[in-house]
């Protein structure tokens, strides 16, 4: 019987670590927070699909959105997040994507840096209990009052994890439903 509680006790123990509530750990770069950017969120619902390609009902095909920073931008941490799959293409003059977040329901991939940047995948389809996704900051003014909270409460939800994954609020926000290109300068 002993044996038995002690087998639970170490069980239980162990579970008790971000990980085991699907908490995707982000940790601050060398220097700390504060020497990763301005924080440029970017959210879509969906990405570009190839021709004749469309998600639907158990159908979550990849889109993708391309990402162009401008020469001279100043150093970002980019947060790209997405309902639906997304491959996020990004095209940045060296150093100026210190760090990527890319977050949503579905999974995300983000191509287009170089391996010393560190990219930090957060879904619900990866067991990601903190994931976050949202492309407006408020619905259309001829939303419903529910369709209204949804969306609110989306970007609060991200707002807040930015600012616990970051350390930082949100200081850009770009939304679309469907995303194709977004630029940065």
Known sequence: MKNSLA????VIAGTLTPAAFGLAPVLPLPGGFENEGDVHV???YEGEYPP????GHNNHPQGSVKIKIAQGAKPKTLVLTSY???LWKIDAPP?????????GYHKQEVTGLGKATPVTLI??????????YAHQKAADPNADAEEAKAVKEQY??????VKQ???RKVEQFQGEYAGTLFEIR
């Open 95 to 103: 150093g100026t994507v210190v760090r990527v977040i890319a977050a």
């Open 156 to 161: 609060d939800r991200l707002e807040k994890r």
């Open 7 to 10: 087998s639970v006790f170490v």
């Open 42 to 44: 970017i959210g879509v």
């Open 123 to 132: 879904s619900h389809a990866a067991g990601d209990a903190d994931y976050f």
């Open 84 to 86: 639906e799959p997304v």
């Open 165 to 167: 994954l970051t350390g």
């Open 52 to 55: 004749g390609v469309r998600h």
